[in-house]
């Protein structure tokens, strides 16, 4: 019988608890392969094993953004309809919280910390065999809970900036070009105005990507193993910056998968959803997590 996975609660950043563990390795160590595989193979079988928290992460296989998402599936299949009900309820839950102007979108920002942890908690539950139920959603808001909110905060300052700085650039774009004076005149924007509105756009994605990287695996890391949330932001971004490879293997699967989810009048996302969210549990594990 496979043992459940155990974790360090009280490892931080800095500290090493496995002297025995050979070196990671990363893209500048001339022995690095990226297309290698990873030292966690078969991820979804390994996600009931033993395992060890790697500080600070490591580099593993491209091939392993594919076992993100096959080891995601494993887990939803293991309870679909509770699954498909929290992820209902999670829509739901936003969709009330945009009828709030500002504050609401503030409040979601804030609780991203805390509801991650609810969905890391949740799938880890299912990966060890628990029957999955609505509390595990709300094992944010019962433990480390004030860092957990830090991470929200942070993610909630990072979209202001980024919105400010969109809306200045395109106010300054409009105004220098005669676009806005245009527009009051009930004028059509020109091709000109257009391309710098989309310049811009692109510009606000590009501040977002680093953004979405630092927070990717923060709540499991703060919720796991009680690592400072600032130290957590870090760490995730520079185990997302190594890890770019998987990155883009899985980022381009999810797309082709919501594209899928769409066609049939969108009912597939109630499946592509759950599976983006859990696969955040297994990509944690994938990259923060060795078999003992």
Not at 187 to 205: C, F, R, Y
Not at 225 to 252: Q, T
Request: glycine fraction near 8%; include cysteine; hydrophobic fraction near 60%.
């Amino acid at each position: 019988m496979k043992k459940n996975a155990t974790f360090s609660p009280t490892a931080t950043i800095g500290v090493n608890h496995s002297p025995e563990s050979a070196p990671m390795e990363t893209p500048n160590d001339p022995k690095f392969n990226p297309y290698r595989a990873s030292p966690v193979t078969q991820l979804a079988d390994a996600l009931t094993s033993e395992a060890t928290y790697v500080e600070g992460g490591r580099t593993v296989a491209a091939g392993e953004g594919l076992e993100w998402l096959t080891a995601a599936w494993k887990l939803f299949v293991a309870a679909p309809l509770m699954w498909i009900v929290i992820f209902v309820l999670y829509v739901v839950f936003f969709i009330l919280l945009s009828f709030v102007p500002f504050i609401g979108s503030l409040i979601g920002f804030v609780l991203y910390g805390v509801i991650g942890a609810g969905w890391m908690a949740s799938a880890k539950g299912v990966a060890q065999g628990e029957k999955l139920e609505l509390d595990h959603m709300f094992a944010g808001a019962k433990k480390r809970t004030q860092p957990l909110l830090i991470l929200g905060a942070a993610y909630a300052v990072g979209m202001l900036l980024i919105s400010l700085f969109m809306i200045a650039a395109l106010a300054i774009g409009f105004v220098g070009s005669g676009t806005l004076s245009n527009l009051m005149a009930g004028q059509l924007p020109t091709l000109s105005a257009l391309l710098g509105a989309l310049m811009v756009v692109m510009m606000g994605l590009a501040l977002l990507a680093p953004l979405m990287a630092a927070l990717w695996f923060a709540p499991a890391l703060v919720y796991f193993h009680n690592v400072p949330p600032l130290d957590a932001l870090k760490v995730s971004f520079f185990a997302c910056l190594r890890n770019w490879l998987p990155f883009l293997v899985y980022g381009i699967l999810v797309m082709m998968m919501m594209v899928i989810a769409i066609i049939p009048f969108g009912l597939g996302l109630l499946v592509a959803g759950p599976l983006v969210f859990i696969s955040g549990y297994t990509s944690y594990r994938s990259v923060f997590a060795e078999a003992a």
